[in-house]
């Protein structure tokens, strides 16, 4: 599964993407992004799909460090790990929990870093109304697609919102606020 496929099941809009300084933000985060990852940022952006999972994009504060909605995230989701002591049979501590999304009812989305390339690492799945963490094989292109087709395993999320949608929609958050600023629900 690839970003061509979600790109054609998801058209990004006009505008959308972020042309993200990769060197810069993965010297402040001490690693490497997935490429899929990567490809998302360039050709969506950071912003909200079906209005209910908002997915992040890198940053970092004028001293270099991380920054934004990934570091705090990151931060939230790594003391849910330490609180729930992880996924029994996953040797990982918290600092290897990196957050690229959350939905609207608290889930977290989170890769965890591995020891093999950022190509390599699962999804992790912090899934709030059972109060626990799911690992899911394959990266966030893949992830995103099998959602929208309703073959994750367990279906992690704690809305229904993205589970099994034919033709998901994305917006970045400075569209939606032009949409509404028109006057008109950009979700409707």
Same mark, same amino acid.
């Given at each position: 599964?690839?970003?061509?496929?979600?790109?054609?099941l998801m058209?990004?809009?006009?505008?959308?993407?972020?042309?993200?300084?990769?060197?810069?933000?993965?010297?402040?985060?001490?690693?490497?992004?997935?490429?899929?990852?990567?490809?998302?940022?360039?050709?969506?952006?950071? /912003?909200?799909?079906?209005?209910?999972?908002? $997915?992040?994009?890198? =940053?970092? *504060? %004028?001293?270099?460090?991380?920054? +934004?909605a990934?570091?705090?995230?990151?931060?939230?989701?790594?003391?849910a790990?330490?609180?729930?002591?992880g996924?029994?049979?996953?040797?990982?501590?918290?600092?290897?929990?990196?957050?690229?999304?959350?939905?609207?009812?608290?889930?977290?989305?989170?890769?965890?870093?591995?020891?093999? /390339?950022?190509d390599e690492?699962?999804?992790? $799945?912090?899934?709030? =109304?059972? *109060? %626990?963490?799911q690992?899911?094989? +394959?990266?966030m292109?893949?992830?995103?697609?099998?959602?929208?087709?309703?073959?994750?395993?367990?279906?992690?999320?704690?809305?229904?919102?993205?589970?099994?949608?034919?033709?998901?929609?994305?917006?970045?958050?400075s569209?939606?606020?032009?949409?509404?600023?028109?006057?008109?629900?950009?979700?409707?």
């Open positions: 599964m690839s970003i061509n496929e979600l790109l054609s058209p990004p809009h006009a505008g959308a993407g972020s042309d993200v300084d990769w060197d810069e933000a993965e010297r402040a985060w001490g690693h490497s992004f997935p490429t899929d990852y990567k490809g998302f940022v360039g050709h969506y952006g950071a /912003g909200a799909i079906e209005n209910f999972l908002a $997915v992040f994009e890198p =940053s970092a *504060d %004028a001293a270099g460090r991380p920054a +934004g990934i570091a705090d995230e990151s931060s939230a989701a790594q003391e790990w330490a609180d729930l002591e996924i029994q049979g996953v040797d990982a501590s918290p600092d290897r929990i990196v957050a690229w999304g959350a939905d609207g009812v608290g889930d977290m989305l989170c890769w965890l870093r591995t020891e093999d /390339g950022p690492w699962p999804v992790l $799945v912090y899934t709030r =109304s059972r *109060d %626990a963490w690992l899911h094989e +394959g990266g292109v893949e992830f995103l697609l099998r959602g929208f087709r309703a073959e994750v395993p367990g279906h992690p999320f704690s809305g229904t919102a993205m589970w099994g949608v034919r033709s998901p929609r994305f917006l970045t958050r569209r939606e606020r032009q949409i509404y600023g028109c006057g008109q629900d950009p979700w409707a």
